[in-house]
Structures are given as C-alpha cells and as structure tokens.
C-alpha cells in the first residue's frame, strides 16, 4: 500500500539547518505531487511547500520560509528533501509530508487534497 516516511527531525539552535527527507513506497511515485506540511500545538496544519508530479514539476513555498527552504524531488529515489535553513523557533512543528495524485505537474499547499499522509517528525528550534 502507499506509503510515505518521514525522517531528519530532530532539536537545532535557532539559525541551524536541517533536512527532511520523505521516502514513498508502494504507488507510481512521479504521478504524485508530494506538500510538506506542519502544525504546531494550538494551531491549525499549514502548507510550508510542495512540488510537483515528474521531473519539471512546479514548486511553492509558504513566504514565511521562502529563501531559507528548498524543497527537492530524486525520483530514482522515490524520495522527497525539505532542505531548512536559518531556522526561527517559529518553525516548531511536527511536520508532515503527504501526497496527492496529479495529472498535471501543478502542486498546491492545501492539506484537504492530499490523500496520503506520513507519520510527521518533530522539529523543534530553541536555544
């Protein structure tokens, strides 16, 4: 069945870097849009970036980390990277990757179209 993982949480001091990665398995991965989203305690899940189906998909950002984020696709791989740089502790959250089928290489940041969903990993900066 599908499914999606994801990894590189972890505790960082504010300014740090880190990289998330989510592994897909068990569906025709380059038909996918995969979002990275995130949610914090007390707040509502939001749309951080996403990317599009294939290998020239489009890409979005929320503007709160555009020039700090990069998000990427290795499809030989079947993975998807959130690279995050110059970290805030406002970037504190579980964060999710998900994935919604495409037939076009658009992608969108809103949760209520991704049907897939991974497990999340927590991402906590702080001094």
């Known amino acids: 069945q599908l499914q999606l993982v994801e990894s590189g949480g972890g505790l960082v001091q504010p300014g740090g870097s880190l990289r998330l990665s989510c592994a897909a398995s068990g569906f025709i991965f380059d038909n996918y849009a995969i979002g990275w989203f995130r949610q914090a305690p007390g707040k509502e899940r939001e749309g951080v970036s996403c990317?599009?189906?294939?290998?020239?998909?489009?890409?979005d950002l929320l503007n709160s980390v555009k020039g700090r984020f990069t998000i990427s696709r290795d499809s030989a791989k079947n993975m998807v990277h959130l690279e995050m740089n110059s970290l805030k502790p406002e970037d504190t959250a579980v964060y999710y990757c998900?994935?919604?089928?495409?037939?076009?290489?658009?992608?969108?940041?809103?949760?209520?179209?991704?049907?897939?969903w991974g497990q999340g990993t927590q991402v906590t900066v702080s001094s």
């Open positions: 990317i599009g189906r294939g290998s020239t998909g489009s890409t």
């Open positions: 998900a994935a919604a089928f495409r037939r076009d290489g658009w992608c969108n940041r809103r949760h209520v179209d991704y049907g897939y």
